[in-house]
Structure formats: structure tokens, C-alpha cells
């Protein structure tokens, strides 16, 4: 019953907007489904909430507002404040999904890794001023952990939610510059288990170099989506059964890779990087001994990031790149695990 009360205030009092409250600016991204441009509230903006992202989509647009919507009241912390959807018919392309988030700000982590003061970069966001520390690799690791940290966080509230993202890379992961915390975008391609939502894996949508070697979220025993009433009774059982959750825990663990070895941030070598995995079955430790041998300083400086504290960070690495989705870790037991659990007390005084 609260629930419904809080549900029906919200539609009240929340603002709604319409095409004509939005002035359009420079273009951010355009994919196969939609356009996203950076965009302010002209009249309508209230003091806050004036500069947003627009997205305009296609027949996928509607999942992804039930998605936002979901998010934003389950667990809204993990992602880019979503603000509004609404069906738009243009006169010209037919019916579109028009979304607006907040701006959270100008960068993606994808942004961030490509800068060579990565991780240096995103410590003077987090902290808001550069501190005068020696930069050694302790700190660069500390830094790291601390994205990986807020990562899992925000992917634990959605999984907690029982929202599977399927698209986690760096380009969707964005830093909110008012949490100065990093958050999930870009729920495009989410699934929600628990209520039958985009039920069936769209693995065409799904991006190949971040992508877990099971295509399919679900297993093939369960091919079509049950109307939601069912689904609603079923899906819990099938969380269970397939953890669909450690699809978007194998896509972290390359993006902590990527964190670690700076020679695997471009894409070609993240393509480079997933073929030698496959050789290797998908083992890491296989992995790393063909490469280790003949490893360059900077390959073999990654290693020695992730060696640090007895290998605890090495160690989560590949509890998270595993090829049975059984075998990864979840996303609540990673944030329990010594990586960084045993930096505890330090990271408190260090970083919030
Ligand atoms: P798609 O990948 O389908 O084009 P995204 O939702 O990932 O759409 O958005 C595209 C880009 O727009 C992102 O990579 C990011 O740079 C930017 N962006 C999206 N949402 C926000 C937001 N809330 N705040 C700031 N930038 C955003
Ligand atoms: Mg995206």
C-alpha cells in the first residue's frame, strides 16, 4: 500500500516535460537505436535540474524508460538520475521514445582510461583536489580499487533489483560529478528477470568486445518470454538456476583489466586480448603464463599492480573473467572480498 501511495505523489508532483521544454545541443552519441544529444530545459528549468541528456530511440525505447523507471525507484543510486520518457510523434520519422537524464557530467570512464594520467585523472575527480603524494603504484592501485569499488556498488543495486545491464563498458559507465561517484548508463540492453521485461536475450544488441562467452543470458530451455504475471512467479527460480548477474561481472572484469594494463585500454587490443583468452578456454592463469614469459615492462608493470598485497587484486580479477557464469563471483560477494576488505581502515583515510 505505501508503495502505491508513493507511487501515485510521485505522478503528481513529479514534472513532466515535452518536446517544446527542450532546446537541443551538441550531439553525444548516435547508435543503431537512437540519438544522444546534451540538451537544457529552456522555460521549464527549474534552478537544478536545467542542463540534461536527451536521448531519442527507437522500438527500444520503451524498455529502456521501464528500465530508468524501475531504477529510479529501486535503486537510484546506481545510475544517471533518469527524468522523464515520453512517446513523440514526429511527423517526419514516426514514433519515437524521447528520454532525459541529468547531465552528470563530461566523462565517460572510457573517456578517462584513454587519458595517459589515467588512474591520476579520476583520483583529483573523486577527491576534488589533487593531493602532493608520491604517485607510486600502491596509489595508482588504491585509485583503481576505489573505481572498481563504486562499479560493483552500483551494479549490485541493479542486480539486487533484479536488473541484468548486459551492455557494462567503459563508454556506459559515466562520473557523476555532484556524487563524484561513478555510475551505470545506458539501459538500453537490461533485462529485468523478475518481472519478464526484455525477457529474451537481444544478443545482436550485445557489444562483442565486453560481451561473456555465453551469449545468452538465459539458457536456451527458456526461449520465449512469459507474459509478466508468470514470469513474476518463475524468474527468481531462473536467477537462481542461471545467474544471469555474472554476464555483466565477467564485462567488470575486463574493465578492471583494462584498468590494470594500460597496453589493453584500445580496442583493437581488447579484441587482440579476447582471442588469446579464448585460446587460452578462457582461463586467465593459462593467460598470463604464455604472456608473462615474454611479457613488455609495461604488460609486466600490470602484474605487478595486480600482485600487490599477496595478489588479492590478481585474485579477484579471475573470480570475475571465468568462463562458467557459475564459477564468477557476484557482484555483492566481490565487494566483500579482501581486495577490499583488507584496505579497509587505510582506504577510509584516504578516500571516502
Ligand atoms: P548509446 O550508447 O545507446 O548511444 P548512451 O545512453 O550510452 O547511448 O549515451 C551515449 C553517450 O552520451 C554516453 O556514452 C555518454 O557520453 C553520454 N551520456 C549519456 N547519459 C549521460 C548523462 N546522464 N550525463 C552525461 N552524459 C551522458
Ligand atoms: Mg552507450
Known amino acids: ?19 517544446d521544454d527542450i532546446v537541443l545541443g551538441k550531439k553525444l552519441g548516435e547508435g543503431s537505436f537512437g540519438m544522444v544529444y546534451r540538451a537544457s530545459l529552456g522555460k ?8 540534461i541528456v536527451l536521448k531519442k530511440a527507437t522500438e527500444y525505447g520503451a524498455v529502456e524508460i521501464w528500465m530508468n523507471e524501475r531504477v529510479r525507484r529501486a535503486c537510484a543510486n546506481s545510475c544517471a538520475d533518469f527524468m522523464y520518457g515520453f512517446l513523440e510523434n514526429s511527423p517526419k520519422k514516426g514514433a519515437e521514445y524521447w528520454l532525459i537524464w541529468k547531465f552528470e557530467g ?29 604517485k607510486g603504484m600502491e596509489r595508482e592501485n588504491r585509485i583503481i580499487q576505489t573505481i572498481m569499488r563504486q562499479l560493483l556498488f ?3 543495486g541493479l542486480h539486487s533489483t533484479g536488473i541484468v545491464h ?10 557523476s560529478e555532484d556524487s563524484r561517484t561513478f555510475k551505470i548508463i545506458d539501459l538500453g540492453a537490461a533485462a529485468d528477470l523478475r518481472v519478464g521485461i526484455n525477457y529474451i536475450p537481444k544478443e545482436f544488441l550485445l557489444d562483442p568486445r565486453y560481451a561473456a562467452p555465453e551469449q545468452y543470458i538465459m539458457s536456451t530451455q527458456t526461449p520465449s518470454a512469459p507474459s509478466a504475471p508468470v514470469a513474476t512467479a518463475l524468474s527468481p527460480v531462473l536467477w537462481q538456476l542461471n545467474l ?9 572484469g575486463l574493465i578492471y583489466l583494462q584498468m590494470a594494463f594500460p597496453s589493453l585500454r584500445t580496442d583493437n587490443a581488447l579484441i587482440q586480448f579476447n582471442r588469446q583468452l579464448k585460446r587460452c578456454d578462457y582461463d586467465l592463469i593459462a593467460w598470463r603464463k604464455t604472456v608473462e614469459p615474454r611479457a613488455s615492462p609495461e604488460l609486466r608493470r600490470g602484474f605487478e599492480l595486480l600482485d600487490l ?8 580479477l579471475t573470480s570475475m ?5 557459475r564459477q564468477r563471483i557476484s557482484a555483492k560477494a566481490a565487494l566483500a572480498h579482501p581486495y577490499f576488505v583488507r584496505e579497509g581502515l587505510l582506504a577510509l583515510s584516504f578516500m571516502q
Not at 321 to 325: I, L, N, Q, S
Open 1 to 19: 500500500f505505501d508503495m502505491f501511495v508513493l507511487a501515485f505523489v510521485e505522478r503528481i508532483f513529479r514534472p513532466t516535460y515535452k518536446r
Open 44 to 51: 521549464k528549468q527549474s534552478s537544478k535540474d536545467g542542463e
Open 106 to 134: 563530461e566523462s565517460t570512464l572510457a573517456d578517462l582510461l584513454q587519458s595517459k594520467e589515467f588512474p591520476y585523472n579520476v583520483e583529483a575527480m573523486i577527491l576534488g583536489e589533487v593531493q602532493d603524494l608520491p
Open 154 to 156: 552500483a551494479l549490485d
Open 166 to 175: 548486459r551492455d557494462i563498458k567503459p563508454q556506459n559507465v559515466i562520473f
Open 244 to 252: 544471469p548477474d555474472r554476464f555483466d561481472i565477467y564485462s567488470t
Open 309 to 316: 598485497d599477496g595478489g588479492i587484486g590478481w585474485q579477484l
Open 321 to 325: 573473467v571465468r568462463y562458467k557464469a
